[in-house]
């Protein structure tokens, strides 16, 4: 499975983006999640969806981000509003069997929000 995500940017305080993961290869029946990393700290769980559209999301996001996936698409989106500097990271997407899933990665994506 390859991810390609994209969508990041620099954006001011309370606006939105909407990340893309975009797979290819084995995708099918697999779970994608997105996952982000700030600087100086450990990489964390955002949220993932499952083949069938369960999903799951760290108690920190939820209301505020939101996952879906366009299997016909093979893309799974994020779109996160309300956007606050704290959520400045690099943003990756991964794909697996597992859930949430951790086999294949992307390159990330950075989002940047300022003050």
């Known amino acids: 499975v390859q991810l390609q995500a994209s969508g990041g940017g620099l954006v001011q305080a309370g606006a939105s983006l909407r990340l893309s993961c975009a797979a290819s290869g084995r995708t099918f029946l697999t779970s994608v999640g997105w996952f982000r990393q700030a600087p100086g700290k450990e990489r964390e769980f955002v949220a993932a969806?499952?083949?069938?559209?369960?999903?799951s999301y760290a108690s920190s996001f939820k209301g505020r981000f939101t996952i879906s996936r366009d299997n016909t698409k093979n893309t799974v989106y994020l779109q996160m509003n309300s956007l606050k500097h704290e959520d400045t990271a690099v943003y990756y997407c991964?794909?697996?069997?597992?859930?949430?899933?951790?086999?294949?990665w992307g390159q990330g994506t950075q989002v940047t929000v300022s003050s």
């Open positions: 969806i499952t083949w069938s559209g369960v999903t």
């Open positions: 991964a794909a697996g069997t597992r859930f949430p899933p951790d086999e294949y």
